[in-house]
Antibody, heavy 116, light 107 residues
């Protein structure tokens, strides 16, 4: 079955960077885009962007350009998102997901807390 | 960006009742709208795609409708497990955008 396993929670300092992972299993990794979504505590969802693991092509929400960087490692079927120059506004749960036309699969989320 | 205005922000209903949640898009999204359910501490789960298509395994008491800029999610015969937050998502145009969410409480 399709599974997306994300890395663990992070506590990071303002101004630093964090890189989280999303390991895919149960399907051909290179055949489906991986999407990244942000959810601030008690708030709604924001679409950060997506990456095509086969081609490496990316689409970023303009709001997150310069903040988020997507990469993949095809050998381990793992997608990564790096967030840079972190501020308290970046404190949130970050999800990776495979969002197909008629189905969706989500990771369990990574809680990133930005605090000094 | 396409703005998705979702209403109401919260609602309280009794078991067995029927409720509706609305999403209004700032421009035509050509039925490219999905509805998600999210329970506390859990990832969102897809209920409806392409405005009115029911995701496999989702109970038939959930239904979606609409076109153009106006869409709705209807839940018939509320059950206790339906207590959750519901989001709409437009996937018509980048960046994809979500509605603000509706928190459904069961009385």
């Amino acid at each position: 079955q399709v599974q997306l396993q994300q890395s663990g929670a992070e506590l990071v300092k303002p101004g630093s960077s964090v890189k989280m992972s999303c390991k895919a299993s149960g399907y051909t990794f290179t055949s489906y885009y991986i999407y990244w979504i942000k959810q601030r505590p008690g708030q709604g969802l924001e679409w950060i962007g997506r990456i095509g693991p086969g081609s490496g092509d990316t689409n970023y929400n303009e709001k997150f350009k310069g903040k988020a960087t997507f990469t993949v490692d095809k050998s381990s079927s793992t997608a990564y998102m790096q967030l840079s120059s972190l501020t308290p506004e970046d404190t949130a749960v970050y999800y990776c997901a495979r969002l197909d036309w008629e189905s969706s699969y989500w990771g369990q989320g990574v809680m990133v807390t930005v605090s000094s | 960006d396409i703005q998705m205005t979702q209403s109401p922000a919260s609602l309280s209903a009794s078991l067995g009742e029927t409720v509706s949640i609305e999403c209004l898009a700032s421009e035509d999204i050509y039925n490219n709208l999905a509805w998600y359910q999210q329970k506390p501490g859990k990832s969102p789960q897809l209920l409806i795609y392409y405005a009115s298509s029911l995701q496999d395994g989702v109970p038939s008491r959930f239904s979606g409708s609409g076109s153009g800029t106006q869409y709705s999610l209807k839940i018939n015969s509320l059950e206790s497990e339906d207590a959750a937050t519901y989001f709409c998502l437009q996937d018509s145009e980048y960046p994809w955008t979500f509605g603000g969410g509706t928190k459904l409480e069961l009385k």
